[in-house]
């Protein structure tokens, strides 16, 4: 206060009615004093979120130990800086769980976190905590209590979660790497969508004291860097790894079936991978397998959950099955740890948690053990199948980057296809990593190294091994320009097309595509010859060569209710159920009496519903 208001004050003791106006204007002037610095904290606030890419809850530096003097050598990771997800205990520091009621709810920690201890006696730095889904309960990035981190390839879309803010600040370049947690894919995703190396270890292979449990048969602390070299001195800390190794031959097994879930063509994808190896020692030639219809051949116990999904082909409905293990063996785990808590506090959660945290509350779970069991069939099949040297090569997710705001990241479609390939590592335990590729259609793209349980020095060997190859094949395929077919002898081609309808019929599968391919290079003009190629290669189980044989078809025959029937069904085995539906739909609009397009459309209305 002013020396002249307390001169006016003192002589105007007497007057009651002028103190009170004094009175009203001194507490109306705090009020508009305090508002102004609220909202001018709100701007800078806001204004350190834009600069950090929104990727931070709390900002602090945790320095390393102190470094042994020379001549001894310097600690792998001196000078690198890192962050945790809000999920790590740090000292003095509440765990927040991505939750404003659990930070509310819970006290300082008394230790910090194994994991992060490790990384500071290593001589790196940590400059703080990040953002995440809520409970470490979704998939998206999104979260309602402290925003969404901002994807720095893609700022319009999710940046994926729950590790979203430790992706995105890697992404960024804030930091060297970061940590965070995966459960279902929580880093994973985040990897691929931010365009970054993401490395989920072996289950159990790195310490989980000290870090906030989800589900503690699918935790595991895993790890982002956009350096492969940074992320491989990462690996060998966090599993107190020896740094020489006998160096073995490597197995690349491509799991075709896995790359029909995506749109992403193999010229930039599968064969980046296979030009890559060309020039490496030690890679044999690369295998090929239908995942699906393996592990529904080696785990057997898969067969209960299956009943849901009779109407796909065998690979996707094995798929589906094991997602569906997965997501309700999270759920269980999730409801064991924290369901007292969840009905004493009431927390409040974003839509898409809360939807997944009522679930997991409300469900009962009768028979426990078999779930455990698909998990240690699965372990075991993988290490039948990739013995000491294989990898096995998949496309780290289904779909790009879902927009900012869009409903259609509650849609059980772009569950069910992400989950369909995270839920490989998450069952079986094995590790995987995250692999960037560059580009299609402005959205980043990657592929996932996957091997044995155990063998993580061997899957960051690989990837330490192969990175400069990989980026250097990816560029040329940005680059490369794909000629389109041309048309020849009408005669001719009409031949070839019954050749394939010969073998077709004989179940001559490949033969029948070799020989509707052929007629398609003379002659691209009639929409039979690439539906029939789509009924082919169905049969194959290869969907997404159907899908685009189908839709070629009907742009060039509208009404050729074969294409979209077909189409249908390679979406559906796809988990494309809305764009399913739709063509059934548009196949009894022009045959209202047919009866495989009705039922379809029922089944999928149900299935959506």
Known sequence: MSSKAVKVIQANASNPKLLIALGIGLAAGVVILTETRRRRRRRANAAAQRKDFGAFVVRFELLPFPQPPPPAARLPLSSLTFAIKDIFDVKDYVTGFGSRDWERTHEASEKTAVAVTALLKNGATCVGKTVMDELAFGITGVNMHYGTPTNPQMPSCIPGGSSSGSAVAVAAGLVDFSLGTDTIGCVRIPASFCGILGFRPSHGAVSMIGVLRNSQSLDTVGCFARDPSILHRVGHVLLKLNSVEPRRARRLIFADDLFQFSKVPIQKTLNVVNKAIENLSGYQPPKHTNFGQYIGSNVPSLKQFQELSSNLQNGTSTLKALSSVMVSLQRYEFKTNHEEWVNSVKPKLGPDVSDRVLAAINTTHENMKILYKVRTEMRAALQNLLKDDG???????????????????????????????????????????????????????????????????????????????????????????????????????????????????????????????????????????????????????????????????ILLDKKNVKAYLRRGTARESLLHYKESAEDFKHALVLEPQNKAASHAEKRLRKLMS
Not at 493 to 520: C, D, H
């Open 391 to 553: 990898i096995l090569v998949i496309p780290t997710v289904a779909d790009s980057p879902l927009k900012l705001n869009t409903k259609k990241g509650l849609s059980a479609e772009f569950h069910d296809r992400i989950f369909a390939l995270s839920s490989i590592a998450s069952i079986s335990g094995c590790c995987q990593v995250s692999i960037p590729l560059g580009k299609h259609n402005d959205c980043p793209i990657s592929v996932s190294f996957i091997t044995f349980h155990g063998a993580d020095k061997f899957l960051l060997d690989t990837v330490l091994d192969m990175y400069s190859s990989l980026q250097e094949q990816a560029s040329i395929a940005s680059n490369s320009v794909h000629l389109p077919d041309t048309n020849g002898n009408m005669d001719a081609s009409e031949l070839l097309k019954e050749k394939g309808n010969a073998a077709f019929k004989g179940m001559q599968w490949n033969k029948a595509v070799k020989y509707y391919t052929e007629a398609i290079n003379l002659n691209s003009t009639i929409a039979t010859y690439f539906c029939n190629r789509a009924a082919a290669y169905l049969e194959l189980g290869c969907f997404q060569q159907a899908e685009d044989d189908c839709s070629k078809a």
